[in-house]
């Protein structure tokens, strides 16, 4: 057999290496012994190629023999065979390259490799039970794509080389050639990944694997591959969704392999391990660098399945995909779905900002300017109140400030947003926008369900909040995201570095706008407190109402209702009106009989009548004695008793009450009553607010809850306060109408602060503590 390779690359060496360097790298190269999931069969062979190779460089004239052909620039075969007659084993043999070509045309014909041979390089020639030994030696030397085509023609199930013992003894030589094999497409695929091709390196590794699955052999190595193929799946999504977007099924493939990864890991701030070197926070920047490449209905059908799970951070990206679809796309419906789930956010980080401005965008700018005040942002409110210094509120500020934050922070994460200019103007003047905004009820702030403890100190909770707070662009800067460089092995992602801030006061300040008139002018104000309550003038109606009570409510809306038929019959023909009239006369006679019988058969069911005689009956002497009326079981309560410390039963009593008040208020029944049974200031205007808020909105939410007491602690100094502390499971679901908006399940641990008013437990507030 002739196989491409020369004995100066048998050893390692160059073709000026001495006779030192030649013993050297013999005596090296016999030490290192190949794998040890080799045959013996294979190692004799490779060193058996080991000790010619030497044989015959450290021999001077059959190494000048040997350098004449190797220096040659041509090789004729005829002329070869006179040149090299000084050697028994360098003569070259005319049918001797079938075995390349066999292999060559094979794969070209699976089409897994293109690469052809040099026709010049040099040779030498074998025997058949040195093969083996070739492979193993072309796979140390980094030829992998030359042992995959010289081997794989022989695995192949039409060729019987192998079985018919050509190269040894089959039940040896066919698992180490199907080792080397698969080794030399393990390192081929470690080698295109450090060169950036990772769809060929997922390749070249799946091929080893599936090689090495239908023969059977070698676990530990299919494993190897397996851990490498984990791995390299980051690098393949990157890759396949920065495609462009004509490649549909190369990106769906990667956004397929990102949500197996997803599922693997429990969610994109999950702790699970789905083998791909990333930790928490380098998987977090990994999904910030994959953003830009994703479309914003990409993004908002990946994010809003992981807000599901729940997921804090899903819930966050999901509400910057509603906030860009909806301003890109003039929809303020899904604004105000992101405002909705931004309630979710609240209660464990500060989001006043953002929710400032979906208010804006929805034209609430008295919510607006409230969330400002709440805000702990510094350099946001600097930049907002800088630019508002001739206004009486902040609202020019926050117009400026939201219109900097889209087209910095919020666009270019996605790649059909990113080259889209940003206008408040344009989006106000929108007809569509004006028609919802007109639409939309008076909107009162959402309180937060859970009043947020202080910061937590431990080492878990800080690294939480800072993997939080790494996916959050600050919306006080501006520049880019952070770039993720992957390598292969454990990524090692950097943290981003410093962007720079808004420079300068003098930002050109937009023209405000008026959202809530659909004639106004562009160069209108922003919507003010002022335009806002002109723009809800069912407020005053409301309380008129609320004022006559719910009597005065029912009579006009008898009188409307009365006012509407009387306008119906009088436009009327003459001949619909009299058979009307006839018809009414009708209904009011069979009324009567109605009610006639059913008067008869009350009486006859109610006994005998009061007429005639009656039996004597004396008030002193009762012919019958009555037994004393025992008195009736208190109805259970929502509150402890009166008198009495709180137990751990009382307090299990009134914290379930407390849930099942919350769960009917916040529900789509919106018995907003049920908190004044539970409650006390500062917690029930708090949450009465809420839940007219999103009975008003058509919002409403859906709970599951099991509680546990775990400590109920009296106060000393004042008995009518105690504290209890339970560890609350919620499972909540929220509605923006009839379409669920998000869901999470929740485990608690919460402080509730009692108070006995009037001789009444109440719920005055609570906190969520570590």
Known sequence: MLIPLD?????????????????????????????????EVAIVARKQLLDEAYAVLSDSEGRKAYDASFLAKTYDRESEA????????????????????????????????????????????????????????????????????????????????????????????????????ALS?????????????????????????????RESLFPSVRGEMQTDIYKLRPYNILQLLSLPEEKVSERRQGLKILREMLEERGGIDGSDDDRSGLGIEDFLRFVQQLRKHLTSSEQQTLFEAEAARPSAVGTYLSVYTLLAQG?????????????????????????????????????????????????????????????????????????????????????????????????????????????????LPLDTETANEWVVAQPRSTAKAQARAALTSSLQPSPAITGRSPTVTLTPGPAIIPPPGPSPKYEGTAAPPIPPVTPQNSTATPTAHPPSSTSKERRRPHSSRRSAKSSAGPMGDLVDRARTLGSQISAQVKSMPRNRLALLLVAGFLSLLILWLIFSILGGILQALSGPSLQGEQALVSLEAPPIEIPPLAPAAPEPGPVAPASGSVTEETAQQMIQ???????????????????KQVLTEPALSRWQLMAEAQQRNNAHQRYTHKLEITKVTTNPTNPDRTEVEAQVTEKAEVFDREQLVTSRNENLRIRYDLIRQDGQWRIMDWQVMK
Request: aromatic share 6%; glycine share 6%; proline share 5%.
């Open 7 to 39: 004995y100066y690359r048998i050893l390692g060496l160059p073709i000026q290496a001495t006779a030192e360097q030649l013993q050297q790298a013999h005596r090296d190269r016999t030490l290192q012994l190949p794998r040890r999931e080799y045959s």
């Open 327 to 439: 301003f890109a796309a003039r929809q303020p419906s899904m604004i105000r779905r992101a405002k909705l789930m931004l309630m979710q956010l609240g209660r464990r980080q500060d989001v006043h900002l953002e929710k400032a401005v979906c208010s804006l965008l929805l034209g609430q700018t008295e919510e607006a300017s409230r969330a400002l005040e709440l805000s702990s942002e510094k350099e946001p409110l600097a930049f907002i109140r800088e630019n508002s210094q001739d206004s009486p509120d902040l609202l020019p500020g926050l117009c400026l400030y939201a219109e900097h934050w889209l087209q910095e922070e919020v666009f270019p994460h996605f790649r059909d947003l990113a080259k889209q200019s940003v206008s408040l103007k344009d989006y106000f003047a929108d007809p569509k926008v004006q028609a919802y905004l007109e639409s």
């Open 185 to 213: 497409c393990l390192e081929l695929g470690r080698e295109q990944w450090q060169q950036g091709q990772y769809q060929n390196a997922t390749k070249s590794l799946d091929a080893g694997q599936e090689l090495l699955l």
């Open 82 to 181: 006179g040149i090299l007659g000084q050697h028994p084993r360098l003569k070259a043999s005319t049918g001797a390259a079938t075995v390349l070509q066999e292999a060559e045309a094979d794969w070209q014909e699976s089409g897994v490799l293109d690469a052809t041979p040099d026709p010049h390089t040099p040779s030498i020639e074998i025997d058949d039970n040195q093969f083996v030994g070739v492979l193993l030696v072309l796979q140390e030397l980094g030829e992998y794509e030359l042992v995959q085509k010289l081997g794989r023609p022989y695995l192949n199930n039409g060729s019987s080389a192998i079985a018919q013992g050509r190269f040894g003894d089959p039940q040896l030589v066919r698992p180490d050639i199907v080792l080397t094999i």
């Open 657 to 675: 009450s407390w849930l099942s008040a919350k769960a009917a208020a916040l529900g789509p029944n919106h018995a907003i009553d049920e908190l």
